[in-house]
């Protein structure tokens, strides 16, 4: 049967591409095919523990079973639209960040608190002169993954309403790259989920970060490489 394989950030870099197809066994699971590239490249090996799949843009485990015309995604350690649920903004762009596109969503007559979240580039990391910041993701399923965690906050907390936005391509030092806003009755629940989104988001969503720093580049993977600011407006009313 034919699979599509596709690969970002540091796996497209070592294998020099995006995308192929292949023709595997019947029933080969996701483990085999991981595998049978690992034996084509050996260098592939160090990455068997972090490397995570995902098919038809939904996470998987080596042993699911592959059918015909799938569309496998090697997905390596992550930095990190609008959906018809009203209370939830689950965006990536291009464009610089508008902190009162999220304000401005997550605003409700009921809302006695909001919470935001902003990282921004620095300009040092781990003792290197950052010079700006890459990101690319894997389209669709960064904002499928967005989406679930803004349903995992609406069920865990009374939250209101929850908006979370992350930029692609080029960040430069001190613009925003992510930013999240959460509107509640009452503070705590606001702070407690902010902080549980922006947490879930650099550990599951499929996007992936570059430094280029004077003298090199590499890929981040899961750290964040940005400096977050946690923000609380008002409570109940207060000011």
């Known amino acids: 049967m034919r699979i599509r394989l596709r690969y970002f950030a540091s796996l497209r870099e070592r294998l020099g591409k995006t995308e192929e197809t292949r023709e595997i066994p019947d029933g080969a699971s996701v483990g085999q095919v991981w595998e049978l590239l690992a034996e084509e490249r050996p260098e592939?090996?160090?990455?068997?523990?972090?490397?995570?799949?995902?098919?038809?843009?939904?996470?998987?485990?080596?042993?699911?079973?592959?059918?015909?015309?799938?569309?496998?995604?090697f997905i390596p350690p992550v930095s990190g639209g609008t959906m018809p649920e009203t209370r939830i903004l689950a965006k990536i762009t291009q464009e610089p960040i508008?902190?009162?596109?999220?304000?401005?969503?997550?605003?409700?007559?009921?809302?006695?608190?909001?919470?935001?979240?902003?990282?921004?580039?620095?300009?040092?990391?781990?003792?290197?002169q950052v010079i700006r910041l890459e990101y690319e993701?894997?389209?669709?399923?960064?904002?499928?993954?967005?989406?679930?965690?803004?349903?995992?906050?609406?069920?865990?907390?009374?939250?209101?309403?929850?908006?979370?936005?992350?930029?692609?391509?080029?960040?430069?030092?001190?613009?925003?790259?992510?930013?999240?806003?959460?509107?509640?009755s009452h503070r705590h629940a606001a702070f407690e989920a902010c902080h549980y989104a922006i947490n879930t988001l650099k550990e599951s969503v499929p996007i992936w970060k570059k430094e280029l720093y004077e003298g090199g580049q590499v890929w981040i993977g899961s750290q964040t490489g940005s400096h977050g600011r946690l923000h609380q407006v008002g409570e109940e009313g207060s000011g």
């Open 137 to 184: 993701c894997y389209p669709g399923m960064a904002e499928k993954e967005m989406t679930k965690i803004g349903q995992q906050v609406l069920e865990r907390w009374p939250v209101l309403k929850i908006a979370m936005i992350h930029r692609l391509g080029r960040v430069d030092i001190g613009q925003a790259s992510v930013a999240i806003a959460v509107s509640s």
């Open 44 to 73: 592939l090996a160090e990455l068997e523990r972090s490397v995570a799949f995902a098919v038809a843009q939904e996470y998987v485990d080596r042993d699911y079973r592959l059918r015909d015309d799938d569309e496998l995604a």
């Open 98 to 128: 508008n902190m009162q596109e999220l304000s401005d969503f997550v605003a409700d007559p009921g809302a006695g608190a909001m919470a935001s979240f902003v990282g921004t580039t620095r300009d040092t990391n781990e003792g290197r």
